[in-house]
């Protein structure tokens, strides 16, 4: 069988990231399974639009025609993409050399409709004594507890994710709303809320991970501090309530339960067993494991309440 052709999608916002977005496009350019072509959407940004078109004359380079944000640039890179399969990577991450190849060998069952893989953090000033891996989501990082390799999952994450074209065609594209955009805090979760509607819509479907395919996600100092590490469970509590009014709680939380139920209270003994130990970072992390999902829980709260005082935007459908 002949392999997939792969279309590769990478969102630019800023400029601030030109080093990093470079590195992203250049760890696409040098894969061991060539891709079909590199995409480069930039976020309503035309200096960085005009700069990194004249920078990688080799890729796609286009505008977000959508909402300002992650969804609308992710639906316009969709639109674009003439891939059999179309692969997310994010302007801060860069893939090792197989991360297409090992991918794409997932795909060899029909059922697959969606790939995605390990993604490991890269701290600019080491990991903090005090971050718990329970909570890597919050550096958009795969976290301690997460599904088996080649397992099926509710959803991927989507610094390193794929899936085949046909899907967008079949369910729609990411829904404006969820994803990061202008506001402040920092919102997730429109690729949790797109997994989960193509597990409604495609039932007979899956999707998988393949801790093969790496890509490593840089995670600058600022984003090493507590103050980042609150802000961020809170709003993921926010995303969350988004989510769960957009597909129904019971499939809005289904992976949250089980993380609730089962991970965090082992991270939180394991942290307390480090400390009976001798090791004083196990406390640390138990603490942060504990506020972390207290900041999360107060999000949600809040979303709830909120989401019945405003609609919600459109799929991009």
């Given at each position: 069988m002949n392999a997939l052709s792969v279309s590769v999608v990478i969102c630019a916002h800023t400029d601030k990231r030109w080093d990093d977005t470079l590195a992203a496009a250049g760890s696409v350019l040098t894969q061991s399974h060539t891709a079909k072509e590199l995409i480069v959407v930039v976020d309503h940004n035309p200096h960085l639009y005009q700069r990194l078109k004249s920078a990688l004359p080799d890729a796609t380079?286009?505008?977000?025609?959508e909402a300002r944000g992650l969804s609308g640039a992710r639906n316009?890179?969709?639109?674009?993409a003439a891939g059999e399969i179309v692969a997310f990577?994010?302007?801060d991450a860069t893939a090792e050399a197989d991360w297409l190849q090992f991918l794409i060998d997932a795909y060899s069952d029909s059922a697959v409709v969606g790939v995605g893989g390990l993604t490991l953090p890269q701290w600019d000033g080491g990991r903090?004594?005090?971050?718990?891996g329970e909570f890597d989501w919050v550096v958009g990082c795969s976290y301690l507890g997460m599904s088996a390799h080649r397992t099926p999952v509710?959803?991927?994450l989507g610094a390193n994710a794929s899936f085949r074209r046909?899907?967008?065609?079949?369910?729609g594209g990411f829904t404006s709303g969820l994803g990061r955009s202008a506001a402040k805090l920092p919102l997730g979760c429109e690729e949790t809320e797109f997994c989960i509607r193509i597990g409604q819509w495609l039932p007979d479907k899956v999707l998988v991970t393949d801790n093969r395919a790496v890509v490593r996600h840089r995670v600058p100092e600022v984003r090493s501090c507590f103050s980042y590490y609150r802000a961020r469970c809170y709003a993921e509590g926010l995303s969350k309530a988004m989510v769960s009014r957009s597909v129904g709680t019971h499939d809005g939380l289904s992976t949250e339960r089980r993380y609730v139920i089962r991970t965090l209270p082992l991270g939180v003994a394991r942290g307390l067993f480090d400390t009976l130990r001798g090791h004083?970072?196990?406390?640390?992390?138990?603490?942060a494991i504990v506020a972390g999902f207290a900041y999360a829980a107060a999000g949600y709260a809040v979303g709830a309440i909120r989401n019945h005082e405003r609609p919600m935007s459109g799929s991009g459908q």
């Open positions: 380079v286009a505008e977000n025609c316009t890179g969709v639109a674009l990577l994010d302007d903090p004594f005090w971050f718990p509710r959803n991927l046909e899907v967008f065609a079949r369910v004083g970072t196990g406390l640390s992390r138990a603490g």
